[in-house]
């Protein structure tokens, strides 16, 4: 699975996305709606879905990705589970 550049710049321009590359290594960062503004009550809760990328030639190689809490990994996300994301965003 690769999601291609324009995808990508897609993304990190809705504002709830932000690329972060570093020593060769790529994470497209998702920031979902914090627990205060889905739910109303007051938490000290940030949670991310990191997803895991290669750059190759004409896009970014899905490797997999990482749920975090406060920067704590709560669980790896697998190819397959990101299978249908990447289809609704490369469509």
């Given amino acids: ?3 291609s550049f324009e995808t990508v ?3 990190e321009d809705s504002g709830k996305y932000k690329m972060v590359e570093s020593d060769g290594e790529a994470h497209l960062v998702y920031y979902p709606p914090s627990v205060e503004d889905a739910s109303g009550e007051s938490a000290d809760i940030v949670r991310t879905m990191e997803i895991r990328l290669r750059k190759v030639e004409d896009g970014y190689e899905i490797l997999g990705g990482e ?3 406060n920067g704590e990994v709560l669980r790896e996300i697998k190819l397959d589970e990101l299978e249908l994301w990447f289809q609704f965003l490369e469509g």
């Fill in 1 to 3: 699975m690769k999601l």
């Fill in 9 to 11: 710049r897609r993304l």
């Fill in 67 to 69: 749920v975090k809490e």
